[in-house]
């Protein structure tokens, strides 16, 4: 398939990549001396998982890793995002060691090198240590110091090889997911859940950097946030003040007091609670000076005003109502949304932003052993198209990360949406390089 852009146009230097997390794929959920996740706990609890499944399998990659990054490079993928497992390093979230753990990485690291694949590494994608979610996880400060640990260790073992981190994914996803909703792991609800991990998390994001940048001097660290551009459903005053409350808690509440502008008080004064848990000096404890910012765009928001929705006021209007094309698991498709949030976020005082996730899930099908996944081939090449009008525009844009290299545990979907270039048969754990993995290897290749 051709596309109206090449490559070369986006330069030399801009990083191609795919992304992946722990969970998702590793499985040996205790092998090894592993501690338990969140994420383990979570799915053993009543019917939680769409499919009823889990990720004590996953992908294999724990066994299989050698022959998935072998992929990446057949594939012409020169960058490859995969996270640390917090409680295989430290079962017990702090102190005790697990070497085993720290040698499957090396192994992981040694095998992308030996491929000419460069590791980008996530201190953290949501796997929570079990153990430190019985002391309160995110909601308790002392994480502070037990983050910082984690980070010390990692960037110690790794550093040497590992030249490319990034210290958290999503924190916005895990704390309002998590802590608020009770959607995610660990499964808890309210505000005062939610304001203190969202505080603790902002807190460990910059000292995660500060310990990588100490450790791994020549380091270059970044950060994820989820982004959704957010407009308002019309132009009634009422709806485009609840975009503007929306905007400012899907998109304002990490990236902000990341750069030493504080919370987005003004737009959501139920953050004033926040202040009971913020300490003297904090507002400095929470900048950091990133190299890069990972921007994960999956869908935009339209916004309208909700006097039912506590706190926020607002309310997104469903994907389904936009008379717009969904992805299998009902998101919207509209390529221009990733451009809108890339300029936005251009107008903060950062260095670069890489995108660091983006994809679709579709329902696809082997047919005489193939997949032609032609709707994920258009999405791609829509939504890279959006990302080369954003550089062109002037957006320091330095990277674009595919989400994801193969079929995975999807969360709450389980293993129903399927983001892979790659498919998995999750029973026989066998691959097929889809279409769209076609696709890229020739792009990439150019």
Request: hydrophobic share 35%.
């Amino acid at each position: 398939m051709s596309t109206y852009y090449t490559r070369k146009e986006f330069g030399d230097d801009f990083q191609w990549g795919v992304a992946a997390s722990s969970y998702q794929i590793e499985g040996a959920h205790d092998a090894d001396g592993k501690g338990m996740s969140i994420w383990d706990h979570f799915t053993q609890k009543g019917k939680r998982i769409k499919d009823g499944s889990n990720g004590d399998v996953a992908c294999d990659f724990y066994n299989q890793y050698a022959e998935d990054i072998s992929i990446i490079n057949e594939l012409n993928i020169p960058n490859f995002r995969f996270s640390l497992s917090w409680p295989r390093i430290l079962p017990d979230g702090t102190g005790r060691i697990n070497e085993t753990g720290i040698d499957f990485y090396q192994r992981v690291i040694d095998s992308c090198l030996e491929r000419g694949v460069t590791p980008w590494l996530t201190l953290y994608h949501w796997d929570l240590p079990l153990e430190l979610e019985k002391k309160g996880g995110w909601t308790n400060r002392d994480i502070h110091y037990w983050f910082a640990e984690y980070a010390d260790i990692c960037s110690r073992r790794f550093g040497d090889r590992v030249k490319n981190w990034f210290v958290m994914n999503e924190p916005f996803s895990f704390t309002a997911l998590g802590y608020l909703v009770g959607y995610f792991a660990p499964g808890r609800y309210g505000i005062h859940n939610f304001l203190p991990a969202v505080h603790h998390s902002n807190l460990c994001q910059a000292e995660g950097g500060r310990i990588i940048r100490r450790n791994v001097p020549d380091a270059n660290i970044g950060t994820t946030f989820s982004c959704s551009h957010v407009r308002p459903v019309n132009d009634h005053p009422a709806n485009i003040r609840a975009a503007k409350r929306v905007d400012a808690l899907f998109n304002r509440l990490y990236i902000e007091p990341l750069l030493g502008m504080n919370y987005p008080l003004m737009e959501l004064p139920v953050l004033e609670r926040i202040e009971k848990y913020i300490h003297p000096y904090d507002k400095e404890l929470m900048k950091f000076d990133f190299d890069f910012i990972g921007l994960q765009n999956y869908y935009s928001l339209t916004a309208r005003s909700s006097m039912l929705m506590p706190y926020l006021k607002a309310f997104y209007v469903p994907f389904r109502k936009l008379n717009r094309p969904l992805t299998a698991n009902g998101w919207e498709v509209y390529p221009a949304g990733i451009y809108h949030i890339l300029k936005q976020f251009s107008q903060y005082p950062i260095k670069q932003i890489i995108v660091s996730e983006n994809g679709a899930a579709f329902r696809d099908k082997i047919v005489n052993g193939k997949v032609h996944d032609t709707r994920r081939t258009k999405y791609l090449q829509d939504y890279i198209g959006q990302v080369l009008r954003a550089k062109r525009e002037g957006v320091n844009v330095g990277g674009y990360f595919i989400w994801t290299l193969m079929d995975n545990f999807e969360w709450r979907d389980g293993f129903n949406s399927r983001f892979g270039l790659v498919h998995v048969d999750f029973k026989q754990q066998t691959r097929i390089i889809k279409d769209s993995g076609l696709w890229v290897k020739e792009f990439l290749g150019e």
